[in-house]
């Protein structure tokens, strides 16, 4: 028998996203739709500890674009999650009221540990982690880069989590409070790099024995197509797409050395992510180094991870019929 249908709602820093999907009969996820607008929720957030009136706007906008969506696919339960920028927000029970308003289900502030598990188990349920005996041995590593904050999670191949942390590094508030010239200065760039660095050495996450480095998020994503040289963005090919530590490390030096204007020219970057792209790319740059494998881009990520908790874990909503 088919499963039933869900929603998930991914509430970031920059990003709305939505997954409608249902688990068929091999125990995978069948996709209805996924959805990606830029709310840029998170907007001001670092300096003001608010959202900004305009910012629940947009994002109040989004919500109301993709209700007919999740209804028009018949969904039946589903999750609203609210990671970084709501953690700092003030005002966040605002926006919430908004949301269950159009929504007519309680929208959920996650930690960053939940965060970081649902991140993980979204990454490998969409990326071939190989069988037998290496499949429940080997150290596989989950990098979600957002606009707030950067998960590293570390586990194994049969899913089992070991280490998390959720580091207040991401692409909006690096450029927010450090990358203020477009492009940014030598000076601000260092200063930034010396942060995220003071950030990873304290990290109590293992990064040396990695074997399977895996990047979720829309900064690793984007970097993959800047990598591929796709002049549009093809989910596809960004899929499961490799990069060494060298070409993560030139890949962000040129974004550093360019103007928002001058990244989106390169084609497969959308305009909001343009503005921040820079501040991401250092920061995925600064932890790929210290990981010895190759990153790996995945387009599963924490919306397949809300999902797979209410088909398996029983979380979620009723949503209205």
């Given at each position: 028998?088919?499963?039933?249908?869900?929603?998930?709602?991914?509430?970031?820093?920059?990003?709305?996203?939505?997954?409608?999907?249902?688990?068929?009969?091999?125990?995978?996820?069948?996709?209805?739709?996924?959805?990606?607008?830029f709310?840029?929720?998170?907007?001001?957030?670092?300096?003001?500890?608010?959202?900004?009136?305009?910012?629940?706007?947009?994002?109040?906008?989004?919500?109301?674009?993709?209700?007919?969506?999740?209804?028009?696919?018949?969904?039946?339960?589903?999750?609203f999650?609210?990671?970084?920028?709501?953690?700092?927000?003030?005002?966040r029970?605002?926006?919430?009221?908004?949301?269950?308003?159009?929504?007519?289900?309680?929208?959920?502030?996650?930690?960053?540990?939940?965060?970081?598990?649902?991140?993980?188990?979204?990454?490998?349920?969409?990326?071939?982690?190989?069988?037998?005996?290496?499949?429940?041995?080997?150290?596989?590593?989950?990098?979600?880069?957002?606009?707030?904050?950067?998960?590293?999670?570390?586990?194994d191949?049969?899913?089992?989590?070991?280490?998390?942390?959720?580091?207040?590094?991401?692409?909006?508030?690096?450029?927010?409070?450090y990358?203020?010239?477009?492009?940014?200065?030598?000076?601000?760039?260092?200063?930034?790099?010396?942060?995220?660095?003071?950030?990873?050495?304290?990290?109590?996450?293992?990064?040396?024995?990695?074997?399977?480095?895996?990047?979720v998020?829309?900064?690793?994503?984007?970097?993959?197509?800047?990598?591929?040289?796709?002049?549009?963005?093809?989910?596809?090919?960004?899929?499961?797409?490799?990069?060494?530590?060298?070409?993560?490390e030139?890949?962000?030096?040129?974004?550093?050395?360019?103007?928002?204007?001058?990244?989106?020219?390169?084609?497969?970057?959308?305009?909001?992510?343009?503005?921040?792209?820079?501040?991401?790319?250092?920061?995925?740059?600064?932890?790929?180094?210290?990981?010895?494998v190759?990153?790996?881009?995945?387009?599963?990520?924490?919306?397949?991870?809300?999902?797979?908790?209410?088909?398996?874990?029983?979380?979620?909503?009723?949503?209205?019929?």
């Amino acid at each position: 028998m088919m499963a039933e249908t869900v929603a998930a709602l991914d509430c970031g820093t920059n990003t709305l996203r939505l997954l409608v999907a249902t688990a068929d009969e091999t125990g995978n996820l069948k996709e209805f739709c996924r959805e990606l607008r830029f709310a840029g929720l998170g907007q001001g957030v670092d300096q003001s500890g608010v959202f900004a009136d305009e910012a629940m706007a947009r994002g109040w906008a989004i919500v109301d674009e993709y209700v007919p969506m999740i209804r028009k696919f018949g969904a039946t339960k589903a999750r609203f999650v609210a990671t970084s920028a709501a953690r700092d927000a003030a005002n966040r029970d605002v926006f919430f009221d908004g949301v269950r308003e159009r929504l007519g289900i309680e929208p959920e502030l996650i930690s960053g540990d939940e965060e970081a598990a649902l991140s993980f188990s979204g990454a490998i349920s969409g990326i071939d982690l190989g069988e037998g005996s290496q499949a429940a041995t080997g150290a596989v590593l989950v990098m979600d880069s957002g606009g707030g904050s950067t998960e590293l999670v570390r586990g194994d191949r049969s899913g089992e989590m070991s280490q998390d942390i959720s580091l207040n590094i991401g692409s909006r508030r690096v450029r927010e409070r450090y990358l203020h010239d477009d492009p940014p200065t030598a000076e601000q760039i260092g200063q930034a790099r010396v942060e995220i660095n003071r950030m990873l050495d304290e990290c109590p996450v293992e990064l040396s024995d990695i074997e399977t480095f895996i990047g979720v998020a829309g900064t690793v994503t984007t970097m993959a197509a800047l990598h591929l040289g796709l002049k549009e963005y093809d989910r596809e090919q960004v899929h499961g797409c490799e990069m060494t530590t060298a070409d993560v490390e030139s890949l962000a030096d040129k974004l550093l050395g360019m103007s928002a204007e001058q990244i989106l020219a390169l084609g497969p970057v959308a305009p909001e992510r343009a503005k921040v792209l820079s501040g991401g790319a250092l920061v995925v740059a600064e932890v790929t180094k210290r990981v010895p494998v190759n990153l790996q881009a995945s387009e599963s990520d924490i919306l397949d991870g809300v999902v797979w908790s209410i088909l398996r874990d029983g979380k979620g909503h009723p949503l209205a019929d």
